[in-house]
Each structure stands twice: as C-alpha cells, then as structure tokens.
C-alpha cells in the first residue's frame, strides 16, 4: 500500500529531525564551551529579556538543537546572542544553520518610521501589561546596532519641522522646564536607586505628558529643538534605567528612539551621549567590534567637538573602553590620557545635566574596567580605589556598590581573598535600598567567585556568602 501524504509528512518531520546541524555544533565547539553551559549561559540571557517561557532550558534542548531539531519562538535569537558574547563577534542565523525569521519590515525602512509614532508605540507597549511580552520579546542583537545613513542625519530636522501638530496647544518654555525638570528627578533617582526604581513611572511620563508636547505647536525653531533636546536626554534615560535593570532588549529600543529625537533636534552632544551608551552596554555583553563602532560614531559630525569637556571626557573613556575590549592596547591608553586633559578642563557644574555625575570617581571606574580588559589587574586596582575614595557614596549609590563589587572582583584574581571579603561586604552594605541589574550581577560574581571556598569552614567567607545570597533572594 502506498504511502498516505499524512505518512510522508510524518516520514518528513523524522528525518529533518535527526539531520545533525554541523554548524551549530561546530561554533559550539569554537566557544570551548559544554551543552551544559551553552544552556546556562543561555538562559541567562533569556531572563535579561523575560523570556519566561526559556528559562527551563537545559543540555537536553541544546542536545536536540544540535541533532537537527530547530528552535522556535525566541530561541533563537536567544541562542545567536549567547555565542555571539562568548566569541565577541556577531553569529548569525545562518551561521549556525537555523531558520530565518519570518520576514519582517526591511531593516532600511526602521529609521524611517515617524518618531513620534515610534514613542507613542514604545511607551505603550512598555506600560500595557498585555502588550508589554511584544516589547520584552526583542531580545538584544549587536544585528539591530546598524545606524542610518548621513543623509537621514541631515534631513532629521527637517522632517520635524514639517510634521503637522497633532494639537493645538502651543507648547512654551514651561514645558520645557517641566522636561528638564523630570530628567533631573529621575537622573538622580537612578544614580542613588538604581534603574529598577522608577523606570515604569518614567515610561508612563513618556508615554503621556511628553508625547503630548512633542506633538504640539511650537511658537519658534528654537523653542522646538530645545524641546527635542530635552526630550531625548529622556528617552535615553528610560533606555540607561532598563540598561542598568539589565532589560536590555528594551533598553535597545529606547536609546534608538532617543537618537531619533535628538537628530531631530539636531543635538549633535545629545546624539554622541547616547551612542556612548549603547557602546557601553555593547562593550558590557561582550561585543567589541560593535561597540567601537559605536563609541567611534560618538566622535564624530561634531558629536565631540561640540560636547562641554566633562561629556567629551565621559565620550572619550567609553572609547578608551571599546578599544580595550577590541584589543587595541595603545590607543585605549592614549585615550585614557586624553580623557584625563578633557576633565581636567571642566569646571564645576559646567555642562549639560546629563553629565552631572560625571566626575574623577567615574573617570576612575571607567579607567579601571578599560585596564581590566587590558589584563592589568594591578592598574585597575589602584583606580577603583581612588573611584571609592573620591565618590559620594550616598547620591551615588548605585554606582558605589558597583565599584565595590568590581574591586573585590579583582583582589580576588590576586589571591587577597580576605580583602576581596571586606570590599565586598562593603559593597552589600552599599546596596540597601539599590534595585539594579548590575549590582545584582555584582552579587552573582560574588557567589561564584567564593564557591570553592564555600566548605572550608572560613568564617568571613560563609558570612558574607549568606549575606550576598539573601541579597539575590530579595531582589530576583
């Protein structure tokens, strides 16, 4: 009896099933890594994102991806980010032989959607409980990081300017005083909190009062960009706050919205500020060569030359950074140094009120991840302790936990297990009150790094081990 297309269908599924995908298994193998840690690191990953329905993820699904069994949903994007970061380059669909995704609005016409439609959207998508899986279901991809072309930078204003209000309420200095106002209260919330505090209230904002003003008349050019201006250091705080709650498929979203609005308001500072930022968190989950790319554009059509020198310092040690990261030694060093003259310069309170924070501490965090990254642990020992000294703890708390955390990170890779205890638990004090997903990280290499230690009966180890895993119970 022949065959039934129901049987050959079936035959079919089998057969594709058990075809071995030697790509995947060989970019595996180029990681070093086991399936079990392609799982681990895989779900981690998929909880930066919420991606709930991931987190089971085991050796068992990697086993079967790598037999022929193709992911689906998030997946595998999920999959791509996750061997992307351990090779700090970018690894495709194609790649590590998985299906494309289902075709999507082409990748040219994404700067070409109306800002104001794109906020309205975002932050609606963001507060909308039903909606909110659509926005979280981005998964963060160096493969979204391309940037429009020049022409799109030029044309910006003017397409703003020629957009039709969709009110007649004339917007005036009041507003704009209100914008800059709400940039300063939740700016320093986020330096003292962490960005998992008020990051929901700053997006109904957002999606409320400032889509309203921006969708208003206005009585002047200059009043028009000055309320752009304003606008964006917003939307690119929302994107910093989900950064640091290591949302960062959202935190994505929102710093490309905020580059639209500052091209629109022809901010050249604002724009080279938040391409600083999506350079930074590149460099963060392990992507050099984008993140250059990135911090590289944060130099450039004017994005420094016309920056006060706080910000020019803040740009510059970014890209000290990315070049670190890319393994271009001498010119991350050279650029430490001008990032040191560029401070020097700054006067106190100079500058837009994006840069507040921006001081010798922060130079000194920076200078010391860039060192890191240049596997001179002496270095950056020596910098993040003169971050601690010369930090205001209490404002900026956040940030103070974090240094703490990276400092006992490093005297711990140079054996000087009971001072890494100290500055740790230096850092956990640091923390109360903190909801970050960076300090909570923090923690987690804390946990980790005191594991072998964990049943050698050391008292400073196993109370600062029940301290930190107490701290992650509150704050999962």
């Not at 309205?120 to 160096?142: A, F, K, N, Q, T």
């Amino acid at each position: 009896m022949g065959k039934t297309g129901k049987d050959r269908f079936a035959e079919l599924g089998r057969t594709v099933a058990h075809t071995r995908n030697t790509r995947l298994a060989a970019v595996i193998r180029e990681t070093g890594w086991s399936q079990e840690q392609v799982a681990a690191h895989f779900r981690r990953v998929a909880a930066e994102n919420q991606a709930s329905e991931l987190l089971a993820t085991t050796r068992s699904h990697i086993n079967q991806w790598v037999r022929g069994v193709q992911p689906s949903g998030r997946a595998p994007d999920t999959l791509c980010e996750t061997l992307s970061r351990r090779l700090r380059r970018t690894v495709t669909r194609a790649e590590v032989g998985l299906r494309s995704a289902s075709p999507t609005v082409p990748e040219a016409s994404e700067w070409s959607v109306d800002t104001l439609d794109a906020l309205v959207e975002l932050g609606s998508s963001d507060l909308d409980m039903e909606r909110r899986h659509v926005l979280e279901g981005s998964v963060y991809s160096v493969v979204g990081l391309s940037l429009p072309g020049q022409s799109w930078w030029e044309q910006a204003p003017e397409r703003a300017r020629s957009r039709l209000p969709a009110s007649g309420h004339v917007v005036g200095s009041s507003e704009v005083d209100d914008v800059r106002e709400m940039m300063d209260v939740f700016s320093r919330r986020d330096q003292r909190r962490g960005g998992r505090a008020g990051r929901t209230a700053l997006a109904a904002y957002l999606w409320s009062d400032l889509a309203t003003y921006l969708n208003s008349r206005f009585p002047s050019e200059e009043l028009r960009r000055e309320l752009f201006s304003a606008a964006g250091e917003l939307v690119y705080l929302c994107g910093w706050m989900n950064f640091d709650a290591s949302r960062h498929g959202v935190a994505e979203s929102y710093f490309k919205l905020a580059l639209r609005v500052a091209a629109e308001a022809d901010d050249a500072p604002l724009a080279g500020h938040i391409l600083r930022a999506m350079a930074h968190q590149a460099v963060d989950l392990g992507h050099p060569k984008p993140a250059l790319d990135l911090a590289t554009a944060s130099l450039e059509r004017k994005r420094y030359s016309l920056a006060s020198p706080r910000e020019k310092a803040l740009l510059g040690v970014v890209h000290a950074r990315s070049l670190a990261a890319a393994g271009q030694r001498q010119e991350a060093l050279a650029a430490l140094l001008r990032a040191e003259d560029d401070l020097a310069t700054a006067d106190d309170g100079e500058g837009p009120g994006r840069v507040f924070f921006f001081g010798e501490a922060s130079l000194a965090h920076e200078t010391a991840c860039t060192l890191l990254d240049l596997g001179d642990l002496k270095a950056a020992q020596r910098e993040f302790v003169r971050s601690v000294r010369t930090r205001r703890a209490t404002p900026f708390a956040r940030t103070h936990s974090v240094t703490l955390g990276y400092l006992g990170a490093v005297q711990a890779q140079q054996g000087e297990l009971e001072a890494a205890c100290h500055t740790w638990s230096s850092a956990l004090d640091a923390m109360d009150g903190v909801q970050s997903g960076r300090a909570r990280e923090a923690v987690v290499t804390m946990r980790r790094v005191l594991s072998p230690f964990r049943n050698r009966g050391i008292p400073v180890v196993a109370e600062l081990d029940a301290r930190a895993k107490a701290v992650l119970d509150r704050v999962a």
